[in-house]
């Protein structure tokens, strides 16, 4: 937590895991002591999402610090908004820490991915095709809506984590479904991974990790050199640019507009609206959007327009 005063107050997502419940012992033990623990229930384990939320807050009062808990039905969401759980379970935790955040007066959150984490995720960026952003993996300071979000513990070891763990007595409640082999994730964690060790040797982590720290600082100085937002995008001024430019500006543009789960597949969609000859007028774009181009202008619609 370089740079961050000791007595600042921080929202810290504590889900009763080892990391999170490490993560909060650990910023204690460092001299951090305006916590704020936050903890989301999303009722899909049934008895085992509860007993999670009254280890979060038992532990809280434990050790004096405020806990900001609630639950949400996060399956029913999905169905209704016609999301993933993944995805539904993200968005309704990020509402939950915002609200935690306006109730708290601080912009700060802390949470506990660690390097473990940040190799999975750039392995699994790279095979879903994503460009440098994805490849760069998580950084340890970024900005998610109004929050301020940090991530000490991406040069921390699962490992190191749970040998901390160990040392302190933490309690923790493991998660069962972090051993299935239903999602992509964990096929990486438990099958892919270990392979590699076998293969390759333990070396390869610490060379993704530097690979992604490359990554990252290309991707802040290309970032840099994009113009400012706009609502909507010139298409003779889109047709100047690189192609890889032109593929940056449009997937900000779609993401700041609201337009979910955008990514390569949207952005080439709305790139083919640049062929005023041979291109549609018009595409489909999830969350019931669509771009349309007009007067040589991009913009967004919503709804059955």
């Known amino acids: 937590m370089a740079g961050v005063p000791k007595r600042k107050k921080l929202l810290v997502g504590v889900s009763g895991g080892r990391d999170s419940m490490v993560l909060l012992h650990a910023l204690l033990a460092a001299g951090f002591k305006n916590l704020v623990v936050c903890h989301l229930n999303h009722t899909l384990r ?35 908004q016609k ?4 995805l539904a379970a993200r968005q309704l935790r990020m509402a ?20 473990d984490d940040q190799v999975e995720t750039c392995l699994f960026n790279f095979l879903r095709g994503t460009g440098a952003a994805g490849l760069g993996g998580m950084r340890p300071v970024s900005q998610l809506g109004k929050l301020s979000v940090h991530r000490p513990l991406l040069g921390v070891t699962r490992t190191q984590i749970e040998t ?13 479904t972090n051993a299935g082999l239903e ?26 990790l530097r690979a992604a720290e490359i990554l990252r600082g290309e ?17 003779k001024q889109l047709r100047a640019m690189h192609p890889a430019m032109q593929s940056r500006v449009i997937l900000r543009w779609l993401r700041e507009c609201g337009v979910p789960e955008a990514g390569h597949a949207e ?18 774009l999830p969350g019931n959007h669509h771009a349309r181009r007009r007067s040589g202008v991009l913009f967004l619609e919503s709804g059955d327009a």
């Open 164 to 176: 901390f763990r160990k040392q302190q007595k933490v309690r923790f409640r493991e998660d069962a």
């Open 219 to 235: 991707e802040e100085l290309i970032v840099s050199l994009m113009p400012p937002s706009q609502p909507e995008l010139d298409c």
């Open 267 to 284: 952005t080439r969609r709305v790139l083919s609206l640049l062929d005023a000859v041979n291109g549609p007028a018009k595409v489909s």
């Open 96 to 115: 939950f820490f915002e609200e935690c955040s306006a109730r708290a007066k601080t912009k700060s959150l802390v949470l506990a991915h660690h390097a």
């Open 83 to 86: 999301k993933s759980v993944e």
């Open 46 to 80: 049934g008895g085992s999402s509860d007993a999670d939320a009254r280890l979060v807050v038992s532990e809280a009062r434990r050790l004096n610090l405020p806990v900001e808990h609630a639950k949400a039905r996060t399956a029913e969401f999905a169905t209704s």
């Open 183 to 208: 999602h992509t994730r964990n096929k990486l964690r438990h099958r892919v991974m270990p392979l590699l060790v076998e293969v390759i040797g333990e070396s390869y982590r610490s060379a993704i």
